[in-house]
């Protein structure tokens, strides 16, 4: 069976009660579609649980905007957009962009899609009527409502996908969107890929 985990936002505790709510096999899959820090709390508890998960399942992380803004952050020095977008929450964490290095080989190793049969999971989105091969991947990590809004952006795929928002899950026969903003005190979602089986668990 195949997981998809949304939007974390370093709210650690309500991960862990997510996984202990998913009816996890060894031989099951897990794929989480970014934004793992910033605006919650525990940003590091959480990079360091999808670390060790990995000992137990095969864990796919996608790269969320989140950890794009950081890595422009500590690798070109371009920070303006990611402190205003939660950093000092991450910062605060990990105790400084110090120790936020040594895990840099975990946010370099993330990608920015990944397909698996008829399901194609990313963190924002895809340009509709793009080709994947022509794909940006600023319109993957940062698209929202021309994305959201269309009909059979990838055709042949139906896009799993966080990012933006939504009180309740959105499945369509052309996409489906699990982030229920957790951070925010809604709620933080899974869904069974097998099925479109969803789980989740309260944040406020």
Same mark, same amino acid.
């Given at each position: 069976?195949?997981?998809?985990?949304? %939007?974390?936002? /370093?709210?650690? =505790?309500?991960?862990?009660?997510?996984?202990?709510?998913?009816?996890?096999?060894?031989?099951?899959? *897990?794929?989480?579609?970014?934004?793992? *820090?910033?605006?919650?709390?525990?940003?590091?508890?959480?990079? #360091?649980?999808?670390?060790?998960?990995?000992?137990?399942?095969? !864990?796919?992380?996608?790269?969320?905007?989140? =950890? %794009?803004?950081?890595?422009?952050?500590?690798?070109? @020095?371009?920070c303006l957009t990611w402190h205003f977008n939660g950093a000092d929450a991450t910062l605060r964490?990990?105790? @400084?962009?110090? =120790? $936020?290095?040594?895990?840099?080989?975990?946010?370099?190793?993330?990608?920015?899609?990944?397909?698996?049969?008829?399901?194609?999971?990313?963190? @924002?989105?895809?340009?509709?009527? !793009?080709?994947? $091969?022509?794909?940006?991947?600023?319109?993957?990590?940062? &698209?929202? %409502? =021309?994305?959201?809004?269309?009909?059979?952006?990838?055709? /042949?795929?139906?896009?799993?996908?966080?990012?933006?928002?939504?009180?309740?899950?959105? &499945?369509? #026969?052309?996409?489906?969107?699990? %982030?229920?903003?957790? !951070?925010?005190?809604?709620?933080?979602?899974?869904?069974?890929?097998?099925?479109?089986? &969803?789980?989740?668990?309260?944040?406020?």
């Amino acid at each position: 069976m195949t997981y998809v985990i949304g %939007d974390v936002h /370093g709210m650690y =505790e309500n991960l862990m009660k997510l996984l202990e709510k998913l009816p996890l096999r060894k031989a099951d899959e *897990i794929v989480f579609l970014g934004d793992y *820090i910033d605006r919650g709390p525990n940003s590091k508890e959480v990079v #360091n649980l999808l670390m060790n998960l990995s000992n137990d399942h095969k !864990v796919t992380p996608l790269k969320g905007n989140h =950890e %794009d803004m950081m890595l422009k952050c500590l690798k070109l @020095g371009d920070c303006l957009t990611w402190h205003f977008n939660g950093a000092d929450a991450t910062l605060r964490s990990f105790g @400084g962009t110090v =120790e $936020i290095r040594k895990y840099l080989h975990f946010f370099e190793s993330l990608r920015t899609f990944y397909e698996k049969g008829m399901f194609f999971m990313v963190h @924002g989105g895809v340009k509709p009527g !793009v080709p994947l $091969i022509d794909q940006d991947e600023f319109d993957m990590l940062w &698209i929202r %409502d =021309e994305f959201i809004y269309s009909v059979n952006p990838l055709p /042949g795929k139906v896009v799993v996908f966080g990012h933006t928002p939504m009180e309740k899950p959105l &499945i369509s #026969n052309d996409k489906i969107g699990i %982030d229920t903003g957790c !951070v925010y005190g809604g709620y933080l979602t899974s869904v069974r890929l097998e099925d479109l089986e &969803i789980f989740q668990v309260p944040c406020h």
